[in-house]
Each structure stands twice: as structure tokens, then as C-alpha cells.
């Protein structure tokens, strides 16, 4: 008999995972994976979830949240070990893991119908992730500043491929210089005031971890190809987290329609929060 696309998908990730990550990193089976932090559930109408980024939480949408109230229902969820969310002793924060989470708390608000499904940042490849293997729970994806890096060996310029090398290697500096980083991180604080600079100490295996398997790690192109519903990519144009070349390959697949907020950066600012706005229909 065959598989429905989504569990064949499933079971593709799942061999991933045992051949690069190792058995101790799967997800927990869907019965007892962690219920996140519900943040927020405010209006009605047709149900949006929006999803945070790395080392943040749902207040990542406060000029979000009052756009949509008026029109949707909009709940908005704390990410695994983020937020109010707490984590299990034992968790990884592989993308398997977050996606797990997120998908048992869904199923604990006994939606009706498809909901559009938002993600910013990390956010953005969790919501890749959850949206090619449930299917047929979404009926658009919004990905806001999504930070995709190709794998080196499909990258062909030697520029490009440099970029991405460069990028990877920065993030894996982040992530194993614990107290470099969060000093550094605290002293840019001070000139552009932002919680998603400081990496407070209760965040910070969720943030190198995610850091690690999430983002150096991932596969959302592969991820994104996978989606059949509309995919809207918002992203600013002075956002230094989001290549071009990656906006550049997500606009080349199927259904993905992507949209440039002049001088906005990696942060969801009113600017990038009306164009997120629109595009959600």
C-alpha cells in the first residue's frame, strides 16, 4: 500500500535524522511531546498562528497581534525552551523536536479547519518543517526573515558559497563561546535596545542547540518545495541575517510569492509587521 505524501515525508526526515543527528536526538513520539506557552488568543474569524524566532518570545509580534485581531483569530506560541515554554531535561531543540512540540500544542486547541501559519526567523524553519509534513493543517505559510542557507555543495558561486561558509562559521562561534557571546550581546544592548540581544541564562541551551541543529543544520529548502499551499517571504531589505541568493532560490519554487520592506531589518518593526499584515489572506 502506499504512504500518503506526508508520512512518506515524514518517515524521509526521520531517516535524516538517524543518519546525521543519531538516534538520541528524535522527536518525541506525538502523545508526549511538551505543550508550549499559549501567549496569546485574541479575535475571531479565520485562525493565524504566529510563531517567534531564536532567542525571543511571542512579544516578537506586538506590532503584529493588533493588525490581525479585527479580521482573525491570532494565537501566538512560545517556542520550545523560549518565552514562558518550558523545555524537558533531555531536549535537543532539533527541528524534529520543535516541530513535535508545536504540533501537540496545536492539536490541544481543537482547531476547525486549515489556519495560516507564521514564523519568523528561526520561526520561519519551523514553519517550513510543520507545513510540508502536515499538509493538510495549513492553508498559507508566511515566513518573515527567514535565514536560509543552501547547502554548500548545491551552491555553484564560489562567492556565494564563501557567504554562506562564512555565515555558518559565525554562527557556530555564537553558539560555543558562551560567555563571549552573551558579554557581546549585552554590550549591544546598550545602543539598540532589543530583548533578542540578550541571551538570558535560562535561554541558552535552547538558543545554542537551536543554533546548532535548527539553522547551521537545516533543510528548508527542501522544506518549502514540499509546501503546496501559497508561501509569502517578507524580509527587509537591510535585514544582514537574510542572503539574497537564498530570496533568490526560495522565489524560484512553486507557489512562493516574496516581498521586500525597504530599510527594514531582521527585527518585526511596524513596517515589516504591515506588509505581514497584507499578505495574510
Known amino acids: 500500500m502506499r504512504l500518503p505524501q506526508s508520512r512518506l515525508w515524514a518517515r524521509r526526515c526521520v531517516r535524516e535524522k538517524v543518519l546525521f543527528?543519531?538516534?538520541?536526538r528524535?522527536?518525541?513520539?506525538?502523545?508526549?511531546?511538551?505543550?508550549?506557552n499559549v501567549s496569546s488568543d485574541e479575535g475571531e474569524g479565520p485562525v493565524v498562528i504566529l510563531i517567534h524566532g531564536i532567542n525571543s518570545s511571542s512579544q516578537s509580534w506586538v506590532h503584529v497581534v493588533p493588525l490581525l485581531v479585527p479580521l482573525y483569530r491570532v494565537i501566538t506560541i512560545d517556542l520550545l525552551g523560549f518565552g514562558?515554554?518550558?523545555?524537558?531535561?533531555?531536549?535537543?531543540?532539533?527541528?524534529?523536536?520543535?516541530?513535535?512540540a508545536l504540533r501537540a500544542t496545536i492539536r490541544s486547541l481543537h482547531l476547525?479547519?486549515?489556519?495560516?501559519?507564521?514564523?519568523?526567523?528561526?520561526?520561519?524553519?519551523?514553519?517550513?518543517r510543520y507545513a510540508a509534513i502536515y499538509r493538510r493543517d495549513v492553508c498559507q505559510v508566511v515566513l518573515v526573515a527567514p535565514p536560509v542557507y543552501a547547502a554548500s555543495a548545491y551552491v555553484t558561486e564560489f562567492a556565494d558559497r564563501t557567504v554562506i561558509k562564512s555565515y555558518l562559521r559565525f554562527y557556530k562561534y555564537l553558539r560555543t563561546n558562551r560567555e563571549t557571546t552573551q558579554r557581546n550581546m549585552a554590550f549591544l544592548a546598550?545602543?539598540?535596545?532589543?530583548?533578542?540581544?540578550?541571551?538570558?541564562?535560562?535561554?541558552?541551551?535552547?538558543?545554542?542547540?537551536?543554533?546548532?541543529?535548527?539553522?547551521?543544520?537545516?533543510?528548508?529548502?527542501?522544506?518549502?518545495?514540499?509546501?503546496?499551499?501559497?508561501?509569502?517571504v517578507v524580509y527587509g531589505s537591510r535585514d544582514q541575517i537574510v542572503l539574497s541568493d537564498s530570496i533568490e532560490r526560495l522565489a524560484r519554487l512553486q507557489n512562493v510569492t516574496v516581498h521586500e520592506?525597504?530599510?527594514?531589518?531582521?527585527?518585526?518593526?511596524?513596517?515589516?509587521?504591515?506588509?505581514?499584515?497584507?499578505?495574510?489572506r
Open 84 to 100: 514562558k515554554s518550558v523545555a524537558p531535561a533531555d531536549a535537543q531543540f532539533t527541528l524534529e523536536e520543535h516541530v513535535a
Open 190 to 232: 546598550r545602543f539598540f535596545p532589543s530583548p533578542a540581544l540578550v541571551i538570558e541564562e535560562r535561554y541558552w541551551a535552547a538558543f545554542a542547540l537551536s543554533m546548532e541543529h535548527c539553522i547551521e543544520g537545516q533543510t528548508t529548502l527542501a522544506d518549502v518545495a514540499q509546501i503546496s499551499v501559497p508561501v509569502e
Open 21 to 24: 543527528m543519531g538516534e538520541a
Open 26 to 36: 528524535f522527536a518525541w513520539p506525538a502523545r508526549s511531546a511538551p505543550l508550549l
Open 112 to 128: 476547525r479547519g486549515r489556519f495560516t501559519l507564521v514564523g519568523h526567523s528561526l520561526g520561519a524553519l519551523i514553519t517550513s
Open 261 to 280: 520592506v525597504a530599510k527594514a531589518d531582521h527585527i518585526v518593526r511596524p513596517a515589516v509587521a504591515r506588509e505581514v499584515a497584507r499578505v495574510i
